[in-house]
């Protein structure tokens, strides 16, 4: 049998983190044993309350839906209505997905985005936005300029905030120049918004608000995800909304492929969704850490930079490269990611993460203020 001309794999940037498994044996060695800041992981319990829910679903014989049911889908609706301001939503403008990652890898291939077509996303981005236009080919390009976008129309423009790496908020007069831009265009505008309830010294604003969107979810689309607002990473919870034609494209090669959402997770999230003081006392818990991380990485020379929202603090020793920050970190048995892993503009930076343990918080403070 022949062998295909070229193996998908090979159309894929190098998978970055296996780049630093010999700082984290460094750190592994150091007294005390590993702090791990490097993945934004949730490490806190799941919600009681969504974890009876769970447990009380879980007699689920029959096939979920690809496009979950109308419960699940209000409480989505009802969600952003509530916390965000996003009026106007139906049914048909929400999709259930199986985690954001799996819905942004593969969002380009069901969209038939292809060879020729162009996809941008932000100078500093989620590495999945690249790999997913490199799985079917698509040309890049890494951008916070839409000149520089020149006369070529992308196909699919990501915007992300708050952002992954630096927790970056874009203002709304910005999210509403995008959009504006987009539609003139014919691009289709996606913000990935998962950490939009991760936030701290800024309000960020969905694309769909109407103060943004003029009350018209045409070429928009918005992702969110329940990982790190109610840690259910280990769930897969997440939903897209907006445009619902756009959205009926995805549901007819998702029903193909049989990318559905497990009965049982469906009521978990419905829970999730309706139940808000979950997240509030899990946002203070990360508040905590955050002031006191921040304050131990300034006392030892860093400087942070944005950060007013997200799960991490965007941190840099000024002109030094981020990998001898990573080594510096390493050395006393702190674990961080190299801002490189999300583009060459974070070259100088290092990503570190305050989803540890209160007890492993506290030993990072310790080490970094001795």
Not at 110 to 127: F, I, M, S
Request: hydrophobic content about 40%; aromatic content about 6%.
């Amino acid at each position: 049998m022949a062998l295909p001309r070229a193996k998908v794999s090979q159309r894929l940037p190098d998978f970055p983190w296996d780049k630093l498994a010999p700082f984290k044996d460094k750190a592994s060695a150091y007294a005390g044993g590993l702090v791990d800041l490097s993945v934004g992981t949730p490490v806190d319990p799941t919600p009681a309350v969504v974890q009876k829910a769970l447990a009380e679903a879980t007699d689920s014989p029959g096939y979920p839906t690809t496009i979950g049911t109308p419960a699940l889908r209000q409480a989505a609706i009802d969600w952003l209505a509530r916390n965000h301001g996003v009026t106007g939503l139906g049914l048909d403008n929400v999709l259930p997905v199986i985690g954001s990652k799996e819905l942004i890898g593969s969002l380009p291939l069901h969209l038939g985005v292809g060879q020729g077509d162009l996809v941008a996303y932000p100078e500093l981005a989620y590495p999945t936005y690249e790999v997913s236009a490199a799985l079917v080919g698509a040309d890049t390009v890494a951008t916070d300029s839409l000149v520089a976008l020149g006369p070529k129309a992308p196909r699919i423009l990501w915007i992300n905030s708050p952002s992954n790496p630096s927790g970056r908020v874009l203002p709304v007069e910005h999210l509403r120049k995008t959009v504006e831009w987009a539609r003139e265009r014919g691009t289709l505008l996606i913000s990935d918004e998962c950490y939009i309830e991760c936030a701290w010294e800024a309000s960020p604003v969905s694309i769909l608000h109407p103060d943004v969107c003029g009350g018209s979810f045409d070429g928009l689309l918005a992702v969110h995800s329940l990982s790190k607002r109610s840690n259910l990473a280990g769930y897969r919870e997440a939903f897209v909304a907006g445009d619902a034609s756009v959205l009926g494209e995805l549901l007819a090669v998702r029903k193909n492929l049989g990318l559905m959402m497990p009965g049982p997770q469906q009521v978990a999230m419905i829970t999730a969704l309706g139940d808000d003081q979950h997240a509030k006392e899990q946002h203070a818990r990360y508040a905590a850490r955050r002031t006191k991380l921040k304050a131990a990485l300034e006392s030892a020379g860093f400087r942070i930079d944005h950060s007013e929202a997200s799960l991490y603090l965007w941190s840099t020793r000024g002109d030094e490269d981020c990998w001898d920050t990573v080594d510096w970190l390493a050395d006393r048995g702190i674990l961080a990611a190299p801002g490189s892993f999300y583009g060459r503009a974070g070259s100088n930076h290092v990503r570190i993460a305050f989803t540890a343990t209160d007890e492993r918080i506290a030993a990072a403070v310790a080490r970094l203020t001795e």
